[in-house]
């Protein structure tokens, strides 16, 4: 079955920096990619999706890129906030009624 | 727009004690559901989920059951609680092209 890793674990950057949080998928025919934003206490928010056909998509600050070949994909936030403050969860699936395989989370802090 | 319940927000239980907590989900028909739990710190570890009416498959082996009685609406019940039951429950709904949203969550503590 599909399995997720992503890095790193923990990721803290100073206020006005950018964050890199990545994820490698192992199964060749997944073909979507959420990415959720966990604050405590809360459930996890989607904030940004890709899909397989596409290589890259951007909402303000933040943008997803998918690399099939090697698969693997990304997560950037640009310009961060303190309130971008939060643990991120990459997930993957083959979509229809398969279930996402999520990652273990990235805790970020973002350093006023 | 599509809105997802669940209750209670805060619970605590003693061992041994039965389990009931309930999802709903408004403005959609026919979605996918999932039960997640969340221990403190850590991943998102899925339980159970259904695609339709009466059918449930299960992710992991243990004393948590599930029921979709009606289209929009996922129970999950356990008879007998044990410690290893606390966490943060979460219910989620899909759509067919795999957008997944979750609902506020369950903070169980069993005592």
């Known amino acids: 079955g599909e399995n997720v890793e992503q890095h790193p674990s923990t990721l803290s950057v100073q206020e006005g920096d950018s964050a890199v949080i990545k994820c490698t998928y192992s199964?060749?025919?997944?073909?979507?990619f959420p990415w959720y934003k966990q604050e405590l206490g809360k459930g996890p928010q989607l904030i940004i999706d890709?899909?397989?056909?596409?290589g890259e998509k951007k909402d303000q600050r933040i943008a997803v890129t998918l690399n099939k070949t090697a698969k693997h994909f990304s997560l950037h936030i640009t310009e961060t906030q303190p309130e971008d403050s939060a643990v991120y969860f990459c997930?993957?699936?083959?979509?229809?009624?398969?279930?996402?395989?999520f990652g273990k989370g990235t805790r970020l802090s973002v350093i006023a | 727009s599509q809105t997802i319940h669940q209750w209670p927000a805060t619970l605590v239980q003693p061992v041994g004690s039965p389990l009931s907590l309930e999802c709903t989900v408004e403005?959609?028909?026919?979605?996918?559901l999932y039960w997640y739990r969340q221990a403190a710190g850590r991943g998102l570890q899925l339980l159970f989920y259904?695609?339709?009416?009466?059918?449930i498959s299960s992710e992991v082996p243990q004393n948590l059951s599930a029921s979709r009685p009606q289209d929009r609406q996922f129970i999950l019940s356990s008879k007998k609680l044990l410690l290893s039951d606390s966490g943060f429950y979460l219910c989620?709904?899909?759509?067919?092209?795999?957008?997944?949203?979750f609902g506020p969550g369950t903070r169980l503590t069993v005592t």
């Open positions: 259904s695609v339709g009416i009466g059918q």
């Open positions: 403005g959609t028909s026919n979605p996918n």
């Open positions: 199964d060749s025919a997944s073909n979507y």
């Open positions: 890709i899909r397989s056909n596409v």
């Open positions: 997930a993957a699936s083959k979509g229809g009624n398969t279930p996402l395989v």
């Open positions: 989620a709904w899909a759509r067919r092209r795999g957008e997944q949203y």
